[in-house]
């Protein structure tokens, strides 16, 4: 696929990952008349069940990473922990949108944190941290409440630790579970946002509003479309994600979870080149939702418009919450959205629902 080339319809997207995200992602291509053929390692994966193909192997299996290229016209991904050598090795043989480079920096906090800084936007104060003595050093340059964190792999809470007054630090670090960590300094937040930006081949973005996040046990719970934020907020929030994607050269949607600080501050807190549990409001509350628009931006066609013709709260469905679904789609206006996972495990996203509101009127208690 030439840059400057759209896909035909008929061609075929390869992702990687099968996750919920690829599944939602694949209903919007075939929408506009795309294939997807989903590379994961699991069988049965929620991808899967609504691809026209599935390869079973693993991300480092380079024989059928090979054969895998060769059946697709272009490649992206729904989570960011595919190894970035999967993404390079791909690279070579077929386009892949977004680039590894955005998959290299979004996969490590580190890499991500400096990355983010070096474009002249703010995060946490943070200290790279390799052992329980650095850990020391850290915290007694950042002070207590901190947050220890793993620099990869880490999601929905996983391999973090909080450090307050009374955490022995030999132990937070065993619990972190990981060689290289992160400290980041304590953030006194007003609320937690996000911004979804997508940018297409030709390099136009098109930003999403800023939304509001509220978790539970450090997952996603909630999510108020739009954000009560001051229009300057709103417009400092679209702009970092605007630069961070530009920075990036990015192609596809990049997703940025972002604290306001009780003083009025934006921070940025994490980079996600993929779609994001945040945008989900965009399916039934925008022109274009998240997963039409990445389609989109990764098969070079024009970005889809995104007016917003209502206000939204998108609730998750989370573990045995799924069992709720009866009383869903009874609900007049409610919309249901399942994944198709087997077992409702504790954590586990099972689906959302989205609920929506005339402009101005989401409700916020």
Not at 5 to 20: D, H, V
Not at 264 to 283: K, Y
Not at 330 to 335: F, N, V, Y
Request: proline share 6%; charged share 20%.
């Amino acid at each position: 696929m030439a840059d400057n080339k759209p896909l035909p319809p008929g061609s075929t997207i390869g992702m990687l990952g099968g996750g919920q995200l690829g599944r939602m992602t694949a209903l919007a291509a075939a929408n506009l008349g795309y294939r997807v053929h989903v590379f994961c390692p699991d069988r049965d994966n929620p991808t899967a069940q609504v691809s026209s193909a599935a390869t079973v192997a693993a991300y480092e299996d380079e024989t059928a990473l090979a054969r895998f290229a060769g059946m697709v016209d272009v490649v992206t991904y729904e989570f960011e922990n595919v190894p970035d050598v999967t993404a390079r090795l791909l690279a070579a043989r077929v386009p892949v949108r977004p680039g590894p480079e955005a998959l290299r920096v979004a996969q490590d906090r580190i890499v991500e944190k400096d990355f983010v800084n070096k474009c002249g936007v703010r995060t946490a104060a943070w200290r790279q941290v390799d052992g329980v003595a650095e850990l020391d050093t850290a915290v007694a340059a950042l002070g207590r409440p901190a947050v220890l964190k793993s620099t990869r792999l880490g999601y929905d809470g996983k391999g973090q630790v909080k450090i307050d007054a009374s955490t022995d630090l030999a132990e937070a670090w065993k619990r972190m579970g990981s060689r290289h960590g992160i400290l980041e300094g304590f953030v006194d937040f007003a609320c937690e946002i996000s911004v979804i930006v997508a940018r297409g081949a030709d390099g136009a973005m098109a930003p999403y509003p800023a939304v509001e996040n509220r978790h539970v046990n450090h997952i996603l719970d909630t999510t108020i479309a739009p954000a009560a934020l001051s229009k300057a907020q709103a417009s400092e929030a679209e702009g970092i994600a605007r630069a961070l994607a530009r920075a990036l050269d990015l192609v596809g949607l990049l997703a940025i979870e972002m604290f306001l600080t009780r003083g009025g501050e934006i921070l940025v807190n994490e980079l996600a080149p993929r779609p994001h549990n945040s945008g989900h409001w965009t399916m039934d509350a925008c022109r274009t939702s998240q997963f039409e628009q990445f389609v989109r931006a990764v098969a070079g066609l024009p970005l889809g418009a995104i007016d917003r013709h209502a206000d939204a709260v998108m609730k998750n469905l989370i573990g045995a919450e799924v069992e709720t679904w009866p009383a869903i789609v009874a609900e007049p206006g409610a919309k249901l959205h399942l994944y198709g996972k087997a077992e409702a495990r504790p954590g586990r996203k099972m689906g959302h629902v989205n609920r929506l509101y005339p402009l101005g009127e989401a409700p916020r208690g």
